[in-house]
């Protein structure tokens, strides 16, 4: 097997991969019930099957002028995907579609719920 075999069937595996994961966060986008689940179905996988797509054209292509353009696509969905969703999260919450019973926030629960003390940091005794 020469090298040009191997990096067509790796790059159809990764193409094949990849149009499977964007699949899936689009039935996710359409079967799940309310904002933030459907944000993370169309975040999530969608970035890792485009990222698997860009992998495999890259691996088919083999040019340098197309694999430095798709380095650039990758980087570029890298930074968008997160940043439009976080977006469309917080236009959800302003707008009340989320509820502040359905986000979960840990140690950081107490300090938002309305007329609870703010917690105090312990000082450190003194000999």
């Not at 689940?37 to 969608?46: D, E, L, N």
């Not at 992998?55 to 968008?80: E, K, P, W």
Request: aromatic share 4%.
């Amino acid at each position: 097997m020469t090298w040009t075999t191997v990096a067509d069937v790796a790059g159809l595996v990764f193409l094949l991969l990849g149009a499977a994961l964007c699949l899936v966060a689009g039935i996710g986008l359409l079967r799940f019930p309310d904002l933030l689940t459907r944000m993370h179905a169309g975040t999530k996988p969608q970035v890792l099957g485009v990222l698997l797509v860009i992998v495999g054209v890259g691996l088919r292509t083999r040019s340098g002028l197309d694999v430095g353009m798709l380095v650039l696509i990758g980087v570029f969905q890298l930074l968008t995907i997160p940043a439009g969703a976080h977006m469309v999260g917080r236009a959800g919450f302003r707008t009340g579609q989320v509820e502040l019973a359905d986000i979960h926030l840990g140690s950081r629960a107490r300090r938002l719920q309305p007329g609870a003390e703010q917690p105090v940091a312990e000082q450190p005794e003194r000999p």
